[in-house]
């Protein structure tokens, strides 16, 4: 069994900055892609970063030199540092990893989510 913990959400004003962490836990051998994802109300749910096993990084647009997604392989931890938040980066924030388990079976699991409300 997996399991996916967030934290570093909350309220922060526009120009801010916020940091992200979630950390996976239980039967794993390996993890390969590390993402970020991010719903707001009434939106579908966006691809905001990923990572590889490699640390190969890719971004959405709307972030570009803003976030950067980083990863600790001996902590299982992806982290997502935002900067310079914009009223627009207000969302629930999910991380997904696809993670090897102990049977080699790579499966994709999520966070709980965590709340970013950017807002003066």
């Known amino acids: 069994q997996v399991q996916l913990v967030e934290s570093g959400g909350g309220l922060v004003q526009p120009g801010g900055s916020l940091r992200l962490s979630c950390a996976a836990s239980g039967s794993i051998v390996s993890i390969s892609v590390m993402e970020w994802y991010r719903q707001a109300p009434g939106k579908q749910r966006e691809l905001v970063a990923s990572?590889?096993?490699?640390?190969?990084?890719n971004y959405a647009d709307s972030v570009k030199g803003r976030f950067t997604i980083s990863r600790d392989n001996a902590k299982n931890t992806v982290y997502l540092q935002m900067n310079s938040l914009k009223p627009e980066d207000t969302a629930v924030y999910y991380c997904?990893?696809?993670?090897?388990?102990?049977?080699?079976?790579?499966?994709?699991?999520w966070g709980q989510g965590t709340q970013v409300t950017v807002s003066s």
């Open positions: 997904n990893q696809y993670i090897v388990d102990s049977r080699r079976t790579i499966i994709n699991y």
């Open positions: 990572i590889s096993s490699s640390f190969s990084t």
